[in-house]
């Protein structure tokens, strides 16, 4: 599995893919957990009580773009999509797991419902933290999965 690894991010287009999905997924969810303020200058502030929270953001983000661009190479590299499928649904309910408990924004949204609305948004504050956990799980289940097909499926020496 770690000659798959390997191969995969020995070319820079996945490196850079890679970094992108971290990018799009860490200061996004940075800004709406209110980790990151961008007025009146750019302050990342993480106390120690939010701490645990800002590392699942981060270590969430990081296995997202891993697990993207190792699907991207395995799709170029295999093109069959029916084999394919269930690796990137996983990557998506993964990384859509941890983005979904967004904090404020996610409160002003989803108590424009009603009463379900409400329900829902103090549902996903409550379990931030075990989202997150499950999301991580999903997205390093979808890794190993990846990792393991693309030195079987390919015949990785």
């Not at 979904?100 to 931030?128: H, K, Q, R």
Request: charged share 10%; hydrophobic share 50%; net charge positive.
């Amino acid at each position: 599995m770690e000659n798959s690894f390997k191969l995969v991010f020995s070319n820079y287009t996945y490196v850079v893919i890679s970094a992108i999905i971290f990018l799009g997924l860490f200061f996004p969810l940075s800004i709406i957990s209110e980790y990151l303020f961008l007025e009146p200058y750019i302050i990342f502030s993480v106390y120690s009580n939010t701490a645990f929270n800002f590392s699942l953001i981060l270590i969430l983000s990081v296995i997202a773009g891993i697990v993207v661009s190792m699907n991207i190479f395995r799709i170029k590299l295999i093109k069959k999509v029916k084999k394919i499928g269930t690796s990137i649904t996983g990557t998506v309910v993964g990384a859509s797991a941890g983005a979904c408990s967004c904090g404020p924004i996610g409160f002003s949204v989803i108590t424009t419902f009603g009463t379900s609305g409400s329900i829902a948004s103090s549902f996903l504050t409550n379990y931030e933290i075990p989202l997150r956990l499950i999301s991580i799980g999903i997205l390093f289940l979808v890794l190993l999965t990846t990792m393991r097909s693309l030195s079987t499926e390919c015949k990785i020496n």
